[in-house]
């Protein structure tokens, strides 16, 4: 089968298109003949992060929907044809505080799913939703995950409150703006391009702002109860002091840096609510794509690119053209 590989050199240098085996199944596996497979700024930090010449080949990669291709015998939710999307947290079954140990993501240090075929136990698949198209679902799973225990398991979003999304052209900030106005919350986002300031706009966002303006200035007459960080040192700083007394950061990314400061003085008179989140559980991946079904909620699909086009798409997403998500297709 044809997959994105990953060895011998640190980075994009290390990336090629090549023949590889296709993927074996054991008792317990499916294998999914991928149609759409999702990108994350993750598979940018991990190609970019692996240096050692000596790693074994990877291929890179979280998202994917697809048609099941074989079962093994073990094998009973699932048959052959049935059309899928990947559960991309691996070993995270229940609902809980944080992940169990011995969590995973799918595409790191197991093969991932920029591949013609991914294989995995039935439990790491879910039936696709109805109102989605594969190149839709393809894009879904991670993304859309991690903003819905951000929001909802975690922030707590209520439909009277008012949540900043800093960096709107993120892929998870996407589904977020999504799932918060579906809620009715009030949403506000920032981004440093005029451009996606107004898409954003489009999809239904209250108000978006400058990511380099002073929020404070801009937001004043705003009381902003929960604000999802994912953009690290950069914005860091701007969140904690735009938040009302007493509000929310729930952080999940660091796009730029992971050291951040903090006026601890100025932190525990405020008596804000500082918060991590990490994607979610197999039961949270299941009630999102209920919630989606339900609210009949796309995700926000930019672009999708060919498999021999890798360069080109881990450029994209590595300067920040996207808004909302890409992918690669595999539609033969
Ligand atoms: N812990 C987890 O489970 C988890 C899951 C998913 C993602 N993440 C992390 O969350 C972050 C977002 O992920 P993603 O895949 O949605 O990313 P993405 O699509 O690449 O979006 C990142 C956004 O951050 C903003 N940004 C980037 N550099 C910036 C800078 N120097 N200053 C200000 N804003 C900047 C940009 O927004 P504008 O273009 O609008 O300015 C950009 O669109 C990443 O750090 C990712 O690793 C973590």
């Known amino acids: 089968m044809r997959a994105i590989v990953h060895e011998g050199k640190t980075g994009f240098e290390g990336l090629s298109v090549k023949e590889v085996e296709r993927p074996s199944i054991g008792n317990k596996d499916v294998l999914v003949k991928v149609h759409?497979?999702?990108?994350?700024?993750?598979?940018?930090?991990?190609?970019t992060k692996r240096h050692q010449a000596e790693d074994p080949a990877l291929i890179p990669g979280s998202d994917a929907s697809g048609t099941i291709e074989a079962i093994g015998e073990g094998v009973t939710k699932f048959e052959a044809?049935?059309?899928?999307?990947?559960?991309?947290?691996l070993g995270w079954q229940e609902n809980s505080d944080a992940p169990?140990?011995?969590?995973?993501?799918?595409?790191?240090?197991?093969?991932g799913t920029f591949a013609e075929y991914y294989s995995c136990t039935e439990d790491h698949v879910e039936r696709k939703p109805s109102h989605l198209s594969f190149e839709e679902a393809g894009v879904l799973p991670l993304a859309a995950l991690t903003a819905y225990r951000a929001l909802f398991t975690r922030g707590q979003l209520k439909a009277d409150q008012t949540v900043l999304l800093p960096g709107i052209g993120s892929g998870v900030l996407t589904f977020a703006l999504k799932?918060?106005?579906?809620?009715?919350?009030?949403?506000?986002v920032t981004s440093r391009s005029s451009e996606k300031q107004k898409e954003a706009l489009a999809l239904g966002a209250d108000r978006a702002i400058d990511t380099n303006c002073d929020w404070n200035e801009e937001l004043?007459?705003?009381?902003?109860?929960?604000?999802?960080e994912s953009i690290g040192e950069a914005t860091f700083e701007k969140s904690l002091n735009v938040i009302r007394k007493g509000g929310t950061i729930v952080t999940f990314g660091a796009t730029t840096d992971d050291q951040?400061?903090?006026?601890?003085?100025?932190?525990?008179?405020?008596?804000?609510?500082?918060?991590?989140?990490?994607?979610?559980s197999a039961e949270e991946f299941r009630e999102m794509l209920t919630f989606i079904e339900e609210e009949q909620i796309k995700p926000q699909l930019d672009r999708l690119f060919k498999l021999e086009e890798y360069k080109e798409a881990f450029e994209y997403l590595?300067?920040?053209?996207?808004?909302?998500?890409i992918g690669f297709s595999l539609k033969r």
């Open 81 to 89: 044809g049935d059309e899928v999307v990947i559960n991309p947290g």
């Open 318 to 325: 590595r300067d920040t053209k996207n808004f909302g998500k």
């Open 260 to 280: 951040v400061q903090i006026n601890i003085r100025q932190f525990f008179y405020g008596q804000y609510n500082l918060l991590g989140s990490t994607m979610g």
């Open 36 to 47: 759409t497979a999702g990108m994350n700024r993750r598979d940018v930090a991990v190609v």
């Open 179 to 188: 799932f918060s106005k579906a809620l009715g919350a009030r949403v506000i």
């Open 100 to 111: 169990p140990e011995g969590f995973e993501i799918v595409g790191l240090p197991d093969n």
């Open 220 to 228: 004043s007459d705003e009381t902003v109860d929960l604000l999802i």
